[in-house]
C-alpha cells in the first residue's frame, strides 16, 4: 500500500514537471510578446525591461515552487501514511496563479 502512495506522488510529480513545463515555458514567452507593443517605457508596467524579464519568470517561479511545495507536502503525507492528492492539488493550483498573475499584469 505504502509503495502505491509512493508511485502516485512521483507520477504526481512528473507529470507536474512536463505538463507545467509545457504550460509555463510559453506563457513566459506571451509575456515578453506582450511587451513588443510598447512605444516607451513608461506606457505600461510591463514595457518596463525589469519588470517585464520578472514577470515573464513568474510562470516558472510558479512551477519550482509548485514541485517543492509537492515534493515536501507529498513526501510527510505518505510518510504518515496519508495521500499526496491535497498536495498535488496545491501545486497544480499554484502553478495556475502564476500564470494568470504573469497574464494579468502583461495585459493591465
Given amino acids: 500500500m505504502e509503495e502505491n502512495r509512493v508511485v ?3 507520477a504526481g510529480a512528473a507529470l507536474l514537471l512536463v505538463v507545467g513545463g509545457m504550460v509555463a515555458i510559453p506563457a513566459g514567452f506571451v509575456v515578453e510578446l506582450k511587451a ?3 512605444r516607451a517605457p513608461d506606457e505600461a ?3 518596463d525591461p525589469q519588470t517585464r524579464r520578472l514577470v515573464a519568470l513568474v510562470p516558472m517561479l510558479a512551477l519550482g515552487a509548485g514541485l517543492v ?3 515536501a507536502g507529498g513526501a510527510v503525507a505518505v510518510r504518515r501514511g496519508g495521500s499526496s492528492a491535497p498536495w498535488q492539488f496545491a501545486a497544480w493550483l ?3 496563479a502564476g500564470v494568470l ?4 499584469i502583461a495585459l493591465a
Fill in 45 to 47: 508596467i510591463i514595457c
Fill in 36 to 38: 513588443i507593443d510598447c
Fill in 101 to 104: 498573475v504573469a497574464f494579468a
Fill in 8 to 10: 502516485s506522488l512521483i
Fill in 69 to 71: 511545495l509537492l515534493a
Fill in 94 to 96: 499554484l502553478l495556475a
